[in-house]
């Protein structure tokens, strides 16, 4: 058995299973510096270990947050107070845990058994089998806070049929565990109580994790998501922002749904709009998983420091006013040349690279 981790992760070796708790309750399971290096090392150290033939991950305490995402206010401490430096070093190692875990040789559950945002995200989608709940609500809800859907979102948006990932990513809609199933970003749906006994039986038998999660009896209720299908397809079809914009706009009249998503797209960063829309149009052309990363951490090590993280975060998370004063304020003002310079390279020596 290897001794535990940081008090806000728990990591033990149970037989052939090496297992990772979240504990970090009172943030719903936010992401630290900290929590990422013992979850890496966790990892780094079982992969050489022959009796370790599986990784679980999960949370403690009940059933409200898988993981929140990542400690955003520490972000924007680091944006206003030394200029991103810790902050980049955050999503640099962060995002070579999300890197490890998807090119990890041995099989990893993620139960995904509440909130699941943005870096609980990057460390559920890498996992070969991801597990929702009746509990799960998933979102990458970046363009609400002036940041953009990272930790690998790119590339597993931009995946999805349909244009759903587009649409996720911009409007930050929140998913159950029945939709994330029927998009795909679940492997499996099983009921919040039988998960403990789950755990148990790929415990004793970690050869057959597939056949077990797939055991339980009953249907998931019916996605709502796949109700607007057709027309999350059609208005999110384009990835050029303002297309977006003026097909939902000439639908609003007469469609309450396009109205609805239209007014929500009208609360967002347009900067993170027009970002996001690049990203996964981008992601979708690569085949390397680390040269998302390494576009995404580009992407991160500039916006940090732009004026609309700061902003957003002191709107929605600090202050809790909901009235972000964008910078630009219009989706007319993200320039070409704004884009091209989040999206540029980074000086040598600063690129992010996977852990070695």
């Not at 992760?9 to 708790?21: A, F």
């Not at 979102?139 to 690998?152: K, N, Q, R, S, Y």
């Not at 795909?184 to 109580?193: F, I, K, N």
């Amino acid at each position: 058995m290897t001794e535990p981790g940081t008090s806000d992760v728990l990591t033990r070796v149970n037989g052939p299973i090496g297992h990772i708790t979240l504990n970090r309750p009172k943030a719903l399971h936010a992401l630290t510096l900290e929590m990422c290096h013992a979850m890496s090392a966790a990892l780094s150290e079982w992969a050489s270990e022959p009796q370790v033939k599986a990784v679980i991950i999960d949370h403690a305490e009940g059933s409200r947050g898988f993981c929140a995402g990542g400690d955003i206010a520490f972000l924007r401490n680091s944006a206003l107070n030394d200029g991103g430096v810790s902050g980049r070093k955050f999503f640099h190692d962060e995002y070579q845990l999300n890197h490890q875990m998807f090119t990890y040789e041995k099989p990893i559950v993620a139960f995904m058994d509440g909130i699941t945002m943005g870096g609980g995200v990057g460390i559920s989608q890498p996992a070969k089998f991801r597990v929702a709940t009746e509990n799960t609500r998933f979102a990458m809800p970046e363009t609400g806070i002036g940041l953009f859907p990272d930790v690998g979102g790119g590339w597993f948006l931009s995946r999805l049929g349909g244009r759903l990932g587009q649409f996720l990513a911009l409007t930050g809609a929140r998913l159950k565990g029945e939709e994330c199933l029927w998009a795909g970003l679940a492997t499996h749906y099983v009921p919040s109580e039988m998960i403990e006994d789950l755990k148990a039986r790929i415990a004793e038998k970690p050869d057959r994790i597939a056949g077990i999660l797939s055991e339980p009896v009953g249907t998931p209720p019916p996605a709502r998501l796949e109700e607007n299908a057709l027309k999350i397809a059609k208005h999110f079809a384009s990835d050029t922002l303002e297309d977006i914009l003026a097909s939902l706009e000439a639908a609003a009249d007469g469609d309450e749904w396009a109205q609805k998503e239209r007014d929500t797209l009208g609360t967002k960063s347009p900067q993170t709009l027009k970002v996001a829309l690049r990203q996964l149009a981008e992601s979708a052309k690569l085949t390397d998983f680390a040269d998302n990363m390494r576009m995404e951490y580009r992407i991160g090590a500039r916006v940090l420091t732009r004026p609309d993280f700061a902003e957003g975060v002191r709107a929605v998370i600090v202050d809790k006013t909901h009235d972000p004063k964008w910078d630009p304020r219009t989706p007319e003002g993200v320039s070409e040349e704004l884009l091209n310079s989040i999206f540029a390279p980074l000086p040598e020596g600063e690129e992010w690279k996977p852990l070695t």
